[in-house]
């Protein structure tokens, strides 16, 4: 497998031919198993070779896998950063190789874009503000509500972004107070030690806004372990939609998810045909996702892929 796919040099490969190198963040929750088996069996499905490393939420275990990818000269590298900086040097290293770079997921800050080809993923600002107003409209006619956030990884794109969101959407009504706000690592074991130590020192607190289904089933587990009743004596908002998440909305013990979806791989293969064939994708393709509400989880239940 050549290092230039397509656009230049001797034109299309065959699919069978192309080698794609993918750097996952991990597989620290149901969202991230759940994109890893889409993407792997989207490759397998279009015949296309993916080579496959899972960082356990290090950059340095991305960063090693890149340049790995790079001196195998793969055709494409995609990977989903697990956080938004300290990757123009590596990436420019690929594009010196002359390898194209396709984001899914999660976003990078580097001000130069020519450093990858599309970005592929959610609007987790779109996300956070979906929750924001769940909470306005549920508290319409509450005096004040305290608030905790689960935050996510420390410096993710989703982390940041899911957080400005809720805060520019509550931030209209002082009434909403974010009495505290933690990093959960988006793991259930995550949510779970944060949301004791902060029953603890916030008692009274009405609502938790976890950045994700997983830390909001660990909140339920240490609400729980306190005597109270998630999803009543304290409502809590999540964000992903995955099974498990889903499920515990259906049961009443979460309030409202706001959908992020991992089925990612169809559109990556996509990206990267269009590569090969030497056409230039879309730089930014956002995924389709909506919310759901306790009822409309019973509802869909059934028919969750995920
Ligand atoms: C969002 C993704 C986040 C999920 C979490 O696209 O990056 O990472 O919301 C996952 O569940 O850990």
Not at 102 to 128: I, K, N, P, Q
Not at 183 to 209: M, W
Not at 274 to 297: L, S, W
């Amino acid at each position: 497998a050549g290092g230039d796919a397509g656009g230049t040099g001797e034109g299309p490969k065959p699919l069978d031919e192309l080698v794609v190198g993918f750097s996952q963040v991990g597989a620290e929750s149901g969202w991230r198993t759940a994109n890893t088996t889409d993407i792997q069996g989207a490759f397998e499905d279009a015949g296309i070779e993916l080579k496959f490393s899972d960082a356990q939420q290090k950059q340095e275990n991305q960063i090693k896998a890149i340049r790995s990818y790079i001196q195998q000269q793969v055709d494409v590298i995609a990977f989903s950063p697990v956080v938004e900086s300290g990757w123009d040097a590596v990436l420019n290293e690929a594009k010196a190789a002359g390898i194209p770079v396709v984001l899914t997921d999660r976003a990078v800050d580097s001000a130069d874009d020519s450093l990858y080809v599309s970005f592929l993923g959610s609007d987790f600002v779109e996300e956070g503000k979906k929750a924001g107003e769940w909470v306005v409209e549920e508290y319409a006619d509450a005096d004040d509500v305290k608030i905790v956030q689960l935050e996510g990884t420390t410096g993710a794109a989703p982390a940041i972004d899911r957080a400005e969101g809720f805060a520019d959407v509550i931030g209209a009504d002082d009434k909403f107070e974010i009495v505290a706000s933690q990093t959960g690592d988006f793991t259930r074991a995550g949510g779970k030690q944060v949301t004791e130590a902060l029953l603890k020192s916030n008692p009274d607190i009405d609502l938790i806004y976890a950045h994700n289904d997983d830390m909001g089933l660990g909140a339920i587990e240490a609400i729980e372990a306190a005597g109270l009743t998630p999803g009543e004596d304290i409502k809590i908002v999540t964000v992903d939609a995955v099974k498990d998440g889903m499920q515990a909305l259906a049961d009443g013990k979460i309030n409202f998810i706001v959908e992020c979806s991992p089925l990612l791989g169809e559109q990556l293969v996509e990206i990267v045909t269009q590569i090969n064939d030497g056409e230039t994708p879309e730089k930014r393709i956002v995924t389709e996702e909506t919310t759901f509400t306790q009822e409309q989880a019973v509802e869909a239940l059934p028919d969750r892929q995920y």
